[in-house]
């Protein structure tokens, strides 16, 4: 008898936990209730399953009259909070589970730009162990993704940062050892209120779900917005994609420079006595504006730069910033 699949279970909150997998095949957030609608017993099971890792953490493994057994493996970031977990049921003459696919919890704080993922999710990025760090600026979460045609709908919603909001999609991931990995992520954002105050978090989980040509949805290229693809890239210059309301890099379009500090995370990558130029800058009224602002160095503390930003439309009611970083322009 073949052993029952692994599901995939997201736990980010404001619903109740939904189905984003099953097996190594993308499910688009169905309700447990639906999903198990014809057997009440797993469903009642799943619940349970679901619901003591959630609130421990911890995994759940428990044999009931019969013989069948429930599992359930947590999936948490690095800020413990468990965003789902696999769940497996066997049936009564079926007592071992199959291995189930890489899958790892992230988190973004839309608030301060900080991201962190697990290290589950960095495994799936073949990451050496040595290199990983337990949280990042925005930007260098996108370092290994080649986005989808969707690309400037998440993009939108992380700029709108409105609780509830959701996304799914199939994108490519560029391992560190150069493989190429078919990843299907979903994510909710989240209002939290820690004593420090509100903040806007997305949680999510990345499934592997095989080599990226093996799987048809998986793109190649990063399909932002048109004219960001086609402008000729001149030597000296890096563009990013900002936060017009508080200067964060969100995504770099072209290789990072290396002698801009840009990763620290939660960190304003300009001087603070430029706060001003910047959102004249990402102020988008006239069109492109052009100011010199500092930026943290690598190898001196503050790096004059020229920056040119213009107006970079996501959807048709969220705009960001595109910045064109000019390194070898440093005054006015």
Request: aromatic share 6%; charged share 20%; glycine share 8%.
């Amino acid at each position: 008898m073949s052993s029952p699949e692994w599901c995939l279970v997201e736990t980010f909150g404001l619903k109740p936990p939904t189905l984003i997998g099953l097996g190594s095949r993308p499910r688009n957030m169905v309700p447990l209730e639906k999903f198990f609608a014809r057997n009440r017993a797993s469903l009642a099971a799943a619940q349970t399953a679901i619901g003591q890792v959630a609130a421990t953490g911890e995994p759940y493994d428990v044999t009931a009259a019969g013989g069948r057994r429930c599992l359930a493996h947590p999936l948490r970031a690095y800020d413990g909070r468990v965003n789902g977990a696999w769940l497996w049921l066997g049936g009564p003459n079926v007592s071992e589970p199959p291995s189930h696919d890489l899958a790892g919890a992230w988190y973004f704080n839309l608030t301060t730009f900080e991201v962190a993922g697990s290290d589950e999710l960095l495994d799936l990025y073949h990451q050496p162990k040595d290199e990983r760090r337990t949280k990042r600026a925005m930007g260098e979460a996108f370092t290994r993704l080649a986005a989808g045609p969707d690309a400037s709908e998440a993009l939108a919603k992380i700029v709108q940062s409105q609780p509830g909001s959701e996304h799914q999609a199939i994108w490519t991931v560029v391992c560190d050892d150069g493989d190429r990995r078919a990843a299907h992520f979903s994510c909710r954002a989240i209002l939290h209120e820690p004593s420090d105050g509100p903040q806007i978090v997305m949680h999510g989980i990345t499934h592997d779900i095989g080599p990226a040509d093996d799987v048809p949805q998986a793109p190649q290229l990063a399909v932002l917005e048109r004219r960001v693809l086609d402008a000729a890239v001149r030597p000296g210059t890096h563009r990013a994609i900002v936060d017009v309301r508080s200067g964060h890099i969100i995504q770099w379009v072209d290789l990072p420079p290396t002698v801009i500090d840009w990763a620290v995370p939660g960190v304003d990558i300009f001087h603070p006595d430029d706060a001003s130029r910047v959102q004249g800058l990402n102020r988008l009224v006239d069109g492109a504006a052009t100011a010199t602002i500092r930026l943290r160095g690598t190898d001196a503390p503050w790096l004059p730069v020229k920056v040119t930003s213009q107006p970079m439309l996501l959807d048709n009611a969220t705009t960001a910033a595109l910045w064109t970083i000019d390194l070898g322009q440093g005054t006015d």
